[in-house]
């Protein structure tokens, strides 16, 4: 199944909630990793280090939703690459983006 985020705003975030990705600073440090459950305390950390917003787990997608979502980006990803073939950029990306959104070897 395929989880659901949200990105919040620091402000909004309560404790308990879960983080859905690594936190990074800018130097591209871990601040917290995924799946972390935020706390009073980490939130407060986190306004220190002037983190202003956070990707928070929201559930899953049931499969039937995830059969949805694919068929959508696969319709979507054919419609924008329609033109393009697999010797140029346009198709090294196309299979990067199908990789991405839907796990296809790129």
């Known amino acids: 199944m395929t989880a659901i985020s949200a990105q919040f705003a620091l402000t ?13 600073d800018p130097q591209g440090q871990v601040l917290l990793p995924k799946g972390a459950t935020l706390t009073e305390h980490t939130i407060e950390s986190l306004h220190r280090h002037n983190v202003v917003s956070v990707r928070i787990a929201m559930g899953e997608l049931t499969p039937e939703e995830d059969a949805i979502q694919r068929a959508h980006f696969q319709n979507r990803l ?4 329609r033109k393009s073939d697999d010797d140029n950029a346009n198709g090294l990306l196309h299979r990067y983006i199908r990789h991405f959104r839907l796990g296809d070897e790129a």
């Open 12 to 24: 909004d975030v309560t404790p308990d909630m879960v983080l859905s990705d690594d936190l990074l």
């Open 78 to 81: 054919t419609q924008l690459f």
